[in-house]
């Protein structure tokens, strides 16, 4: 018999358990099982809710950002500052939980800015490259 206490849904349990695979013998046959106590209620202090945060602490993004999509880390960044790409271009590649996601340029016009480079890890919402 081991005695833990469990939490479920912020109130918390002081209960009896029973190993049974811990290597030790069956009760004898014939002997009376004793059943556990109902759990105590264990006094807990009240949860207090998180503070609201925003989705993502980046700044809003202009109509010629390049914003990735979710967190991960820079595979590559396809474009040069000064480069004319299209709409609808590759311009990175991000990698998240072993598969990689490509980035496309939102709009048509000259990349102005590149903002992160291989191997950056980066959080959703993160602006990569600015193309004007």
């Known amino acids: 018999m081991k005695k833990l206490r469990v ?67 820079v595979v590559t960044i396809d474009v040069k500052v000064g480069q004319d790409v299209e709409e609808g271009a590759q311009v990175a590649t991000v990698e998240a939980m072993k598969m990689n996601t490509y980035i496309f340029a939102p709009k048509s016009g000259r990349v102005t800015a590149v903002l992160a480079k291989p191997g950056d890890g980066i959080e959703e919402g993160t602006v990569l490259l600015h193309i004007g």
């Open 7 to 73: 939490t479920v849904e912020g109130k918390s349990y002081d209960v009896v358990v029973e190993i049974l695979d811990a290597g030790t013998a069956p009760a004898p046959a014939g002997s009376a099982s004793v059943a556990a106590p109902a759990p105590t209620p264990v006094a807990s202090a009240p949860i207090s809710a998180p503070a609201a945060t925003p989705a993502h602490a980046h700044p809003a993004a202009s109509p010629g950002d390049v914003v990735c999509p979710l967190s991960g880390k």
